[in-house]
């Protein structure tokens, strides 16, 4: 299928961690980026991590430290590795495939699939 399937989300406490696993096809891999979205209620989505296919990373600055986007090509397969959870983490979580290389590869626009996404919620 062309369509990435999240799964691992779920309801933790402030300063708790969680792993996102992201199922993708093989045909997503034709182009070279692979991220994180996320999206809280009454907020725009965001762009949180990406790969591209030589394994560089990009982060937003919120998380920056606290979470880690990997891939294992083999199982087509994204992770994302969230630790130090708080509050402003609170989100629908999204994983996309398909990514044109670009300057900013946290743009949305630059992706051609998604996954449904997968809650997030983080207690004080």
């Known amino acids: 299928q062309v369509h990435p399937v999240e799964s691992g989300g779920g309801s933790v406490q402030a300063g708790g961690s969680l792993r996102l696993s992201c199922a993708a096809s093989?045909?997503?891999?034709?182009?070279?980026?692979m991220g994180w979205f996320r999206q809280a209620p009454g907020k725009e989505r965001e762009g949180v991590a990406a790969?591209?296919?030589?394994?560089?990373?990009t982060y937003t600055s919120s998380v920056k430290g606290r979470f880690t986007i990997s891939k294992d090509s083999a199982k087509n397969t994204l992770y994302l590795q969230m630790n130090s959870l708080n509050s402003d983490d609170t989100a629908m979580y999204y994983c996309a495939a398909g990514g044109v290389w670009q300057p900013d590869p946290l743009r949305q626009d630059g992706y051609y699939y998604w996954g449904q996404g997968t809650q997030v919620t983080v207690s004080s």
């Open positions: 093989r045909s997503t891999y034709s182009r070279p980026y």
């Open positions: 790969i591209d296919s030589s394994g560089s990373t």
